[in-house]
């Protein structure tokens, strides 16, 4: 798999809705497609997949031109090397679960029992669900199989619009795991699109903010999530995440130590071996800012960091955005705590954060 | 009993409606297909005209049917021309009508089959790599078995329960155009009540057994459940 860019620019025009983005993505890694209801990231990912025709459009992957209006190429979605899983399972209600996974590979013209397959039935856990047939699953199940549908095709590139959106928060939790595990074993670059920030969280290496059918910001997530001027900035769910490696543990409090680019933290103790990288998500909500070094304070992890910008949301609050070392950090503080302290951008303060999260 | 009359009467009835019901499906199944997906403005025209044979009489049909394939009719002059004589009182031309006639039995139900069926079956197979031909046969063609099954057992019944358009467009030629129907009349007139009977609980067993075996069908059908 070659990691040149791929390519989507998309003009559409609807009338009250309109679609116009101009993106290069990295060629590997997940791609998060974050925004609203309305935004237009479930039709960017029909429009890369050719499901949604465009007028105006350019799409290239692997070097491979899939639409060039200009040029007047469309490549039809059934010629096109992708993976698509939709947000209701979509699987064929005639066919076996294994019915539905040799479908694709009938036609692509490859051995329907190779070990490819077999290893996509177990990592996705669906192993013992091939004779079944799609009504007599659960929702969680289905679209495990819609997944492993995409999969075994080895496409160029895998497409998933909202695959957790119509499943309970118990079933996500089921299948997030799945993802992540995907995510490391295969090397095929995946767009996602959700309008879940834990999912961002979660699954993302690459983040594209939009809104209104126009990409407000994109960049690599800890770059994007840190990000002031999105409006994903003043959200209650606000949060940054830093990429942190497992340094040590102390057995007898409970307690990890975790390196990153600028210190350590604390976090509740991680079951995972020394020198293993994880991702830490950092709730806005729950970094607090003090002048001083405290002496004596109940949060455990206390660092020194540079104000780099500040906003007001003329409601009373204030998000700051903190510079430690290389890694950004969001804070929500009221505007009054900003006017007391006269916080004010390049000072240096100290942060605690009180609460951290282990995402993987 | 049924006479030897009766008995080539039913055979014929039974050729009638085979052959019209293959033929509808041939052209009502591509017609169903494009009414369900297109948004033409078309659409609306054409719908009205597959339909027009429900409320219709036979006997307008059978008149119109009679005047366009006649010597002096767009359509006769067309078949004379091609040297195959005009259709009326002829089998094939028996065939013509029915087809029309009862085509909206075998179109609507596949129209309404193919709409359930909706765009995301299509938009999934698409992603696998299937072509649209594909697609028809090997996932649009299994979830419509029932909308088949429906449209082949009515469009066919329907045929074998025809009676005014074949008076006026077949005649009541012997072995070339006398259907069932049409020979109970030739009974009834005759006041030969015994040899009617006989005819008219044939059909009526028949009919009755096939919709009594299509709904059990469609009742059982995972497909058809699931497409509700």
């Given at each position: 798999?070659t990691?040149?860019p791929?390519?989507a620019?998309?003009?559409?025009?609807?009338?009250?809705?309109s679609?116009?983005v101009?993106?290069?993505?990295?060629?590997?890694?997940?791609?998060?497609?974050?925004g609203?209801?309305?935004?237009?990231?479930?039709t960017?990912?029909?429009?890369?997949?050719?499901?949604?025709?465009t007028?105006?459009?350019?799409?290239?992957?692997?070097?491979?031109?899939?639409?060039?209006?200009?040029?007047?190429?469309?490549?039809?979605?059934?010629?096109?090397?992708?993976?698509?899983?939709?947000?209701?399972?979509?699987?064929?209600?005639?066919?076996?679960?294994?019915?539905?996974?040799?479908?694709?590979l009938?036609?692509?013209g490859?051995q329907?029992?190779?070990?490819?397959?077999?290893?996509?039935?177990?990592?996705?856990g669906i192993?013992h669900?091939?004779?079944?047939?799609?009504?007599k699953?659960?929702?969680?199940?289905?679209q495990?199989v819609?997944?492993?549908r995409?999969?075994?095709?080895?496409?160029?590139?895998?497409?998933?619009?909202?695959?957790?959106?119509?499943?309970?928060?118990?079933?996500?939790?089921?299948?997030?795991?799945?993802l992540?595990?995907?995510?490391?074993?295969t090397?095929?670059?995946?767009l996602?699109?959700?309008?879940?920030?834990?999912?961002?969280?979660?699954?993302?290496?690459?983040?594209?903010?939009?809104?209104?059918?126009?990409?407000?910001?994109?960049?690599?997530?800890?770059?994007?999530l840190?990000?002031?001027?999105?409006?994903?900035?003043?959200?209650?769910?606000?949060a940054?995440?830093?990429?942190?490696?497992?340094?040590?543990?102390?057995?007898d409090?409970?307690?990890t130590?975790?390196?990153?680019?600028?210190?350590?933290?604390?976090?509740?103790?991680?079951?995972?071996?020394?020198?293993?990288?994880?991702?830490?998500?950092?709730?806005?909500?729950?970094?607090?800012?003090?002048?001083?070094?405290?002496?004596?304070?109940?949060?455990l992890?206390?660092?020194?960091?540079?104000?780099?910008?500040?906003?007001?949301d003329?409601?009373?609050r204030?998000?700051v955005?903190?510079?430690i070392?290389?890694?950004?950090?969001?804070?929500?503080?009221?505007?009054?705590?900003?006017?007391?302290?006269?916080?004010?951008?390049?000072?240096?303060?100290?942060?605690?954060?009180?609460?951290?999260?282990?995402?993987? | 009993?049924?006479?030897?009359?009766?008995?080539?009467?039913?055979?014929?009835?039974?050729?009638?409606?085979s052959?019209?019901?293959?033929?509808?499906?041939?052209?009502?199944?591509?017609?169903?297909?494009?009414?369900?997906?297109?948004?033409?403005?078309?659409?609306?025209?054409c719908?009205?005209?597959?339909?027009?044979?429900?409320?219709l009489?036979?006997?307008?049909?059978?008149?119109?049917?009679?005047?366009l394939?006649?010597?002096?009719?767009?359509?006769?002059?067309l078949?004379?021309e091609l040297?195959?004589?005009?259709?009326?009182f002829?089998?094939?031309?028996?065939?013509?009508?029915s087809?029309?006639y009862?085509?909206?039995?075998?179109?609507?139900?596949?129209?309404?089959?193919?709409?359930?069926?909706?765009?995301?079956?299509?938009?999934?197979?698409?992603?696998?790599?299937?072509?649209?031909?594909?697609?028809?046969f090997?996932v649009?063609?299994p979830?419509?078995?029932?909308?088949?099954?429906?449209?082949?057992?009515?469009?066919?019944?329907?045929?074998?329960?025809?009676f005014?358009?074949v008076?006026?467009?077949?005649?009541?030629?012997?072995?070339?155009?006398?259907?069932?129907?049409?020979?109970?009349?030739?009974?009834?007139?005759?006041?030969?009540?015994?040899?009617?009977?006989?005819?008219?609980?044939?059909?009526?067993?028949?009919?009755?057994?096939?919709?009594?075996?299509?709904?059990s069908?469609?009742?059982?059908?995972?497909?058809?459940?699931?497409?509700?």
């Amino acid at each position: 798999m070659t990691l040149s860019p791929i390519v989507a620019r998309f003009q559409l025009n609807y009338g009250a809705f309109s679609l116009d983005v101009d993106l290069t993505l990295p060629g590997c890694g997940v791609t998060v497609l974050f925004g609203h209801s309305g935004s237009g990231k479930t039709t960017l990912l029909r429009c890369i997949a050719g499901l949604q025709y465009t007028p105006n459009g350019y799409f290239e992957i692997n070097g491979k031109v899939w639409q060039d209006s200009k040029e007047g190429i469309f490549v039809p979605t059934y010629k096109r090397s992708l993976g698509y899983v939709f947000q209701e399972a979509n699987l064929f209600p005639h066919l076996t679960v294994l019915g539905n996974l040799q479908f694709g590979l009938k036609r692509i013209g490859k051995q329907s029992n190779t070990t490819d397959l077999k290893q996509i039935l177990e990592l996705l856990g669906i192993s013992h669900l091939v004779d079944r047939m799609p009504d007599k699953l659960s929702g969680g199940e289905r679209q495990r199989v819609a997944i492993a549908r995409a999969l075994v095709l080895k496409p160029d590139i895998l497409l998933m619009d909202e695959p957790l959106a119509s499943l309970d928060t118990k079933r996500k939790q089921e299948i997030l795991p799945y993802l992540n595990k995907l995510h490391q074993q295969t090397k095929i670059p995946n767009l996602y699109v959700t309008h879940s920030q834990q999912e961002v969280a979660q699954l993302a290496d690459y983040l594209v903010i939009l809104s209104e059918g126009r990409v407000l910001a994109s960049g690599t997530l800890p770059e994007t999530l840190s990000r002031i001027d999105v409006p994903l900035a003043q959200d209650k769910e606000a949060a940054t995440v830093w990429d942190v490696r497992v340094a040590e543990h102390d057995a007898d409090y409970h307690l990890t130590t975790v390196d990153f680019s600028g210190g350590t933290l604390s976090v509740p103790a991680i079951n995972a071996e020394i020198g293993t990288s994880l991702r830490v998500l950092i709730h806005a909500r729950d970094v607090s800012i003090v002048l001083e070094k405290p002496t004596a304070t109940s949060i455990l992890n206390v660092v020194n960091a540079t104000i780099s910008d500040i906003v007001d949301d003329q409601c009373g609050r204030s998000v700051v955005q903190l510079k430690i070392g290389k890694q950004s950090l969001l804070a929500h503080i009221t505007s009054k705590s900003a006017q007391l302290l006269r916080l004010n951008i390049g000072m240096t303060v100290f942060v605690q954060i009180k609460g951290t999260s282990i995402l993987h | 009993m049924l006479s030897a009359a009766d008995i080539a009467t039913l055979w014929l009835t039974f050729k009638v409606a085979s052959i019209a019901t293959i033929l509808m499906l041939l052209f009502g199944t591509p017609l169903a297909w494009w009414l369900a997906r297109t948004q033409s403005r078309w659409k609306g025209v054409c719908n009205a005209v597959v339909a027009l044979p429900l409320v219709l009489p036979p006997t307008v049909l059978g008149f119109y049917l009679l005047v366009l394939m006649g010597p002096n009719g767009v359509i006769g002059k067309l078949t004379s021309e091609l040297g195959l004589g005009t259709l009326p009182f002829t089998f094939p031309g028996l065939i013509v009508a029915s087809v029309l006639y009862s085509l909206p039995f075998v179109v609507q139900p596949l129209q309404a089959t193919f709409t359930n069926i909706g765009k995301q079956p299509l938009e999934a197979a698409s992603t696998l790599r299937a072509n649209p031909l594909d697609t028809f046969f090997s996932v649009v063609m299994p979830l419509a078995k029932p909308g088949f099954l429906t449209a082949i057992i009515l469009g066919f019944t329907h045929t074998v329960g025809e009676f005014g358009v074949v008076l006026m467009v077949g005649g009541n030629i012997p072995d070339k155009t006398r259907v069932v129907s049409v020979q109970i009349y030739n009974h009834v007139e005759a006041l030969e009540y015994n040899e009617a009977h006989w005819l008219a609980g044939c059909l009526l067993s028949f009919s009755f057994t096939v919709l009594l075996v299509l709904y059990s069908v469609l009742k059982t059908h995972p497909v058809a459940h699931q497409l509700k």
